[in-house]
């Protein structure tokens, strides 16, 4: 059961800023272009990404370095 509410964990923006190492334009920037989880709608002006998917997005960018290199 901790699994599942770990990977239903919401982030707002500063959080999936400090994780990601991205600026709020750049988050929105690659939103837009398709390369970056979209946010959840929380309210008219409140929004949060998924924990799981923001923690996909950072192994996939791993996976895809240590590729390069093999």
């Known amino acids: 059961m901790l699994d599942?509410?770990?990977?239903?964990?919401?982030?707002?923006?500063?959080?999936v800023r400090e994780r990601t190492g991205k600026s709020r334009s750049a988050i929105y920037r690659e939103i837009r272009a398709g390369s970056f989880p979209r946010?959840?709608?929380?309210?008219?002006?409140?929004?949060a990404w998924s924990e799981a998917e923001v923690s996909e997005w950072i192994n996939?960018?791993?996976?895809?370095?240590?590729?390069?290199?093999?």
């Open 39 to 47: 946010q959840l709608a929380l309210g008219p002006r409140t929004a």
């Open 60 to 70: 996939a960018r791993i996976h895809a370095r240590d590729g390069a290199r093999a």
């Open 4 to 15: 599942t509410i770990t990977r239903n964990r919401l982030l707002r923006l500063p959080e």
